[in-house]
């Protein structure tokens, strides 16, 4: 039975006649609300059982031994999770399941990497370092498909002591695996990155074998891009925000402002992260230029209300709903976020935040929620409906009955009248 407050909705609606009786007995109410009671009751005991579940699930992914048995608890996860949405139709209770299962997934996959390295004679690791969650991980909106957006930060060392192990770890490694020709001079830091640079390569292909996905885009620290010292993430993102180096595109900022720490030593990402913001809201023009591409972001809608479709491929006849409906809102609330200095990541907690602030009112509020939940949903349903398919992020509007139409068509209305609010608020008139 699901938990939700439907239950008690249905028990009003279907008791709407006896409540409204003013000639009922004690024993007609002791009845009433006695079934109540059982359905409240059956409700709390079937959440409690998908609670233990999900506690079995979690011990057995920490206490894994091997890819292959995090790569089953993966699948069971995913079919798990989409039995809960298909009863229980929660979105929100999907991206924080996945959010608990993948981060714990993760996890893993990284204590495993590193006993890996020790067996191989690379050691422990030299350094403190965090695993980062990016784009959907990030804000903890995972749906049933998900790839690989991560980023590494480790610390700093001098340690004389760290060097002369991990060169000697370093050289018999590459020496007994032809990996390439050992330096013999190389610097602490230098052999520091090259550790770092073997666990990313080796947790981006076990990640993978769990089952997720490699990101197209890159965004996985196996990519130099994506990983370094808290040193050399500070000199990255200086040299984009003050020294304007374009070291850094703008989309890689954008990426770096959904950052969300998964594993390690949580104090050198929150040090990098403070460090991140601050110089992102003194740098007016690239806060200029993120708001930009967040309010010229277009929607799918076209004159008149009509829904702009593909005209030729694969998909013609149909809206991309992520890219047209989706992104433009995470993109217009996170842009106004930032602006305002919030700290959170996900979406629908930066919408309430804004709101808090009195930045939005509370229509608003409920409406780009709603956007959002329907922008999700009609992805979520593509992907539990064509699990193979390259198709879920494309709705046909014609498919769509006159009701799921409007709603669609007033979604997307929403992110367009909340782009035009923070382009008077943030960009008209302002001095950038």
């Not at 980062?132 to 903890?140: D, H, M, Q, T, Y």
Request: proline share 3%; with cysteine.
């Amino acid at each position: 039975m699901p938990l939700s407050f439907s239950i008690i909705e249905r028990f009003t609606s279907e008791y709407a006649e006896a409540m409204r009786d003013k000639t009922l007995l004690r024993h007609d109410r002791y009845h009433m609300l006695s079934a109540l009671k059982e359905r409240l009751y059956q409700a709390m005991r079937d959440y409690e059982t998908f609670e233990a579940e999900l506690s079995s699930m979690i011990k057995s992914i920490e206490e894994a031994k091997t890819y292959e048995e995090l790569g089953g608890c993966h699948q069971r996860s995913v079919a798990g999770v989409r039995n809960y949405f298909l009863e229980e139709q929660t979105l929100i209770d999907v991206h924080d399941l996945f959010g608990h299962i993948r981060d714990a997934i993760t996890a893993r996959v990284l204590c495993l990497v590193e006993r890996e390295m020790e067996q191989d004679g690379l050691g422990p690791p030299p350094v403190e370092y965090a695993w980062v969650g990016l784009g959907s991980e990030g804000r903890n909106e995972q749906t049933f498909v998900t790839d690989q957006d991560n980023m590494i930060i480790y610390d700093e060392t001098n340690d004389a002591a760290i060097s002369e192990a991990l060169a000697r770890s370093l050289q018999n490694y590459r020496m007994t695996t032809n990996k390439e020709e050992p330096r013999n001079k190389a610097g602490v830091s230098e052999l520091v990155a090259s550790y770092y640079g073997e666990l990313a390569r080796r947790v981006v292909e076990r990640l993978h074998v769990v089952g997720f996905s490699k990101c197209k885009g890159g965004i996985m620290p196996s990519n130099e891009k994506w990983r370094g010292s808290t040193r050399d993430w500070e000199k990255k993102v200086r040299e984009t925000l003050t020294e304007d180096k374009k070291t850094l595109e703008l989309l890689d900022l954008i990426i770096l402002s959904d950052a969300r720490h998964i594993y390690g030593a949580k104090r050198i990402f929150d040090v990098f992260l403070q460090r991140f913001y601050a110089m992102l809201q003194e740098n007016r023009a690239v806060m200029k230029e993120l708001t930009q591409s967040a309010v010229f972001m277009p929607t799918a809608l076209g004159f008149f209300g009509r829904f702009k479709v593909e005209a030729e491929g694969e998909h013609k006849g149909k809206l991309n709903i992520k890219l047209h409906g989706w992104a433009p809102l995470i993109m217009s609330v996170r842009a106004l976020a930032l602006a305002e200095g919030l700290g959170d990541t996900n979406t629908l907690k930066r919408i309430r935040k804004l709101r808090e602030m009195n930045l939005i009112k509370r229509e608003l509020e409920e409406e780009l929620v709603d956007a959002y939940l329907l922008f999700v949903r009609l992805r979520v349903m593509n992907q539990i409906n064509e699990p193979d398919s390259n198709n879920a992020n494309h709705v046909d509007p014609n498919a769509l009955d006159p009701e799921a139409a409007g709603n669609l068509r007033k979604g997307m209305r929403v992110v367009e009248s909340f782009q035009k609010y923070i382009n008077e608020m943030l960009l008209f008139g302002q001095p950038f």
